[in-house]
């Protein structure tokens, strides 16, 4: 049993001492539920840590970086030792932080307990990543304000992919449309036409 005890000393109207009194409580269950506190801690602490393919990180009330996962260094460049105590602004682009985007998002996240937004974020070497980032505003039992949680992930492969399909696709658009020896042209599932290139001006039928 885990119990505190509080002994106090009695004395008689004259001031002098005729014994003690003793007061002892129980604190087997708070000591139970404060030690599985402190295990969930852990474990979600070594989860986060161990996390790869996310930035995961917490900001103190002021936006200073206060903790860091392998995530955040692989993606942003920092180890831990090098960002922690550090602004959060420092993972932005000059111009972002001097549009006062990196203290906006803290604002509006403040305000609405989130925020999420994509952009371009800055490494530790000073490169540019497609970022998707998640804020979220962390309070204590009492509903204060601790900080906040981030979350940050880096599409952008995807985003390569997709500018790299749209400009394949405006190449095959201006080479289709340059032809002029042949007809090229597409139709919708309904088989009406919804292209039509310069060919079409040596093809006098449609069939």
Same mark, same amino acid.
């Given at each position: /049993?885990?119990?505190?005890?509080? $002994? %106090? @000393?009695v004395? !008689? ?11 002892? #409580? !129980?604190l %087997?269950?708070?000591r ?9 801690e852990? #474990? ?7 996390? /790869?393919?996310?930035? $995961?990180?917490? =900001? ?5 970086? *206060? @903790? ?14 090098? $960002? ?9 682009? !000059?111009?972002?932080v001097?549009?006062? /985007?990196? %203290?906006? *998002?803290?604002?509006?996240a ?10 371009w ?10 970022? &998707?980032?998640?804020?979220?505003t962390?309070? &204590?039992?009492?509903?204060? +304000? $601790?900080?906040? *949680?981030?979350?940050? #992930?880096?599409p952008? @492969?995807?985003?390569?992919? +997709? ?10 658009? =201006?080479?289709? +449309? ?9 139709? !919708? ?7 039509? &290139?310069?060919?079409? &001006?040596? *093809?006098?039928?449609?069939?």
């Amino acid at each position: /049993m885990v119990s505190r005890v509080i $002994i %106090t @000393s009695v004395k !008689d109207p004259a001031g002098q001492p005729v014994g003690y009194a003793k007061i002892t #409580r !129980d604190l %087997t269950e708070r000591r139970k539920h404060q030690l599985q506190i402190q295990e969930s801690e852990a #474990r979600y602490r070594m989860l986060v840590e161990g996390v /790869m393919d996310y930035a $995961i990180f917490l =900001l103190d009330p002021w936006g200073m970086v *206060s @903790s860091w996962n392998l995530g955040a260094e692989k993606i942003k460049g920092y180890k831990a030792e090098e $960002i922690i105590g550090k602004p959060f602004s420092l993972l932005y682009p !000059d111009h972002a932080v001097q549009s006062g /985007m990196a %203290t906006y *998002s803290l604002e509006i996240a403040k305000a609405e307990g989130h925020f999420e937004q994509e952009g371009w974020r800055k490494r530790k070497d000073g490169s540019f990543f497609w970022a &998707n980032t998640s804020i979220s505003t962390l309070y &204590n039992d009492a509903h204060q +304000e $601790i900080g906040y *949680s981030v979350i940050t #992930r880096d599409p952008t @492969s995807r985003k390569l992919m +997709e500018e790299g399909l749209r400009e394949s696709e405006e190449r095959y658009r =201006l080479l289709v +449309e340059g032809v002029k020896d042949y007809a090229i042209f597409l139709l !919708d599932p309904s088989g009406r036409v919804s292209s039509w &290139n310069l060919g079409r &001006n040596e *093809s006098r039928d449609i069939r």
